[in-house]
């Protein structure tokens, strides 16, 4: 299962792309709305938890968050990557 997010005319710095997956970390755009910077942190928690991988890339005034996740269709996962 692939599955990618893309913000059009978003782009972020080097430095916010390390720091995303931290918990509670929002850029300095973010402060004031609504969030409380777990969402991303949360994401990778699971993808990981069933044995998927997630990345962030930013570039061309783009912003996507891919999600590759195993076939599971039998039903089993047969080996989670639980690093965090």
């Known amino acids: 299962v692939l599955l990618k997010l ?7 710095s080097e430095e916010d792309l390390k720091k995303l997956f931290e918990i509670r970390f929002r850029t300095q755009e973010a402060y004031g709305k609504e969030g409380r910077g777990i969402g991303l942190t949360v994401t990778k928690a699971l993808v990981l938890l069933l044995g998927g991988k ?19 269709s039998g039903g089993v996962l047969t080996k989670p990557n639980t690093s965090i």
């Open 6 to 12: 893309q913000n059009v005319a978003k782009t972020l």
């Open 54 to 72: 997630i990345t962030l890339e930013s570039a061309n005034d783009c912003f996507t968050v891919t999600v590759k996740l195993p076939d599971c």
